[in-house]
Every structure is written in C-alpha cells, then in structure tokens.
C-alpha cells in the first residue's frame, strides 16, 4: 500500500499542509489550480468586497463548472472511441466476408476453368 505523504502547499497566500496518497508533485498542480482559479476570481469586478463564504462558494461553482465541462468532454470522447471501436468491428467483419466471398470466387474459377460445368458438382 502506498504511503500517505504531507505536503506544505501555498493557496491564496497561506501555507496549507496537505495529506493525501498522490506525489507532492500533483498536490503542487492541485494547489497551483486553485491559486489560479482564485486569481480570476479576483480579477472579477467587485470580487474582493464580497464576504468569504460568497467567495468559497464562487470558487467552488466554477470549480464544478471546470469538473463538468471536463466530464462532458471525456464522455464525449468515450463515445466517440465506442463508435470508433464498432466501426473497426464492423470493418474487420466486411473484410472477413470479402476474403470468405473471393476465396469461393477463386474455387468457381478454377472449377470453371477445369471444365466442370455447373450441373456436374
């Protein structure tokens, strides 16, 4: 089993301890995310005047927003692989039938031309 590790992170000017399974590496990008989406928030018009429960719940929507937007992608993406996926299918199954149908045309030519007529099979 993996051991948890502690990691210090900086988010909105604090220094936080996170503790969790992931490398501090992706716990860095996790904080780096967040000081990012903060900081658009903040660019916004009227932003810092709000209390901090309005700006948690702010920063928790477009959190969201970002997490569905990527879910709905990846679903996408899912879909489009499936119906990738049948069309190989359905291409591999054309193919067989194409080789099982030139391989019967090659046995009627060789038939054919050996001089059997159709009556004496």
């Known amino acids: 089993m993996a051991e948890k590790k502690k ?8 220094i936080i301890t996170l503790g969790g399974y992931e490398s501090e590496d992706y716990m860095q990008r996790v904080a780096y995310y967040i000081n990012t989406k903060i900081a658009e928030l903040s660019a916004m018009p009227g932003y810092n005047r709000l209390t ?11 959190i ?5 937007k990527a879910k709905s992608q990846v679903d996408v993406m899912e879909q489009d692989i499936e119906n990738k996926d049948q069309d190989t299918y359905d291409a591999k ?7 099982v149908e030139i391989a019967r045309l090659k046995r009627e030519i060789d038939r054919l031309r050996s001089g059997k007529s159709v009556e004496q099979k």
Do not use: C, E, P, W
């Not at 199954?93 to 080789?99: E, I, N, T």
């Open 93 to 99: 199954h054309d193919l067989v039938s194409a080789q």
């Open 7 to 14: 990691v210090r992170v900086l988010i909105d000017g604090k």
């Open 64 to 68: 969201a927003d970002d997490y569905f």
């Open 52 to 62: 901090a429960d309005t700006k948690a719940t702010l920063l928790s929507l477009n």
